[in-house]
């Protein structure tokens, strides 16, 4: 069975600061990891994705996760927190192969100015 | 232009009706999805689809109804057997199985009269 468990739902940055989003999963298969980003009342936009290559994974807008099997961890971070970086961030599983994702239940990320 | 267009952006249910919401994708993906997303929560699969004339329920088919006559199609329809229709939904597509990557439209918020 698959799941992630994210274990911080609201995180709170001042803007310049490094960002650290938590992610724990569980599956039984080799998995594929995700983390999604979403704005208010929009749909989500792809950050990054882990397909068993390298296990520090670049994305956009500066994120970047790494994948450690031994902790069952995919944390995203990010140096230096934006204005714009605000949003709901939600960590994916998916089993090698399936089609479905499981999604975490999201963390709202604020930026104090 | 490509992408994923869901309409309505918002929309609005009677007591005892049934309503549809729009999925549209131009992308040449085989599969479409459908979640439905509440507050503080992550998002559940209601329906996929992994090709034309073909769908599976997700973890909570209840109350739903989809269709996929044609391939960049994919609505939805809430029922009124649907009892707590109220959130926001969210279609997606792929280009099928194995690690693909999802793709989002920004969604369309139901609520209830």
């Known amino acids: 069975a698959q799941s992630v468990t994210q274990l911080d739902s609201h995180v709170s940055v001042s803007e310049g600061t490094p960002v650290l989003l938590r992610c724990n999963y569980s599956?039984?298969?080799?998995?594929?990891l995700f983390w999604y980003v979403q704005h208010p009342n929009k749909g989500l936009q792809l950050l990054l994705k882990?397909?068993?290559?390298?296990?520090l994974v670049k994305g956009i807008n500066g994120f970047e996760a790494e994948f450690k099997k031994s902790e069952t961890s995919f944390h995203l971070t990010k140096p230096s927190a934006h204005m714009s970086d605000a949003a709901e961030y939600f960590c994916v599983v998916r089993a090698t192969g399936a089609n479905n994702l499981f999604f975490g239940t999201g963390t709202r990320l604020t930026v104090i100015p | 232009d490509g992408g994923i267009t869901q309409s309505p952006k918002y929309l609005f249910r009677k007591e005892g009706q049934n309503v549809t919401l729009s999925c549209e994708q131009n992308?040449?993906?085989?599969?479409m999805y459908w979640y439905r997303q509440d507050p503080g929560q992550g998002l559940r699969l209601i329906y996929y689809?992994?090709?034309?004339?073909?769908?599976q329920k997700g973890d909570i088919a209840e109350g739903y109804s989809v269709s996929r006559e044609k391939k960049e199609s994919f609505p939805l329809t809430v029922t009124s057997a649907q009892k707590n229709p109220t959130a926001f939904y969210l279609c997606?597509?792929?280009?099928?199985?194995?690690?693909?990557?999802?793709?989002f439209g920004a969604g369309t918020r139901l609520s209830v009269l």
């Open positions: 689809s992994q090709i034309v004339n073909d769908f």
């Open positions: 599956s039984s298969y080799s998995p594929s």
């Open positions: 882990y397909t068993s290559a390298a296990t």
């Open positions: 997606a597509s792929s280009m099928g199985q194995g690690v693909n990557i999802q793709y």
């Open positions: 992308l040449n993906h085989d599969a």
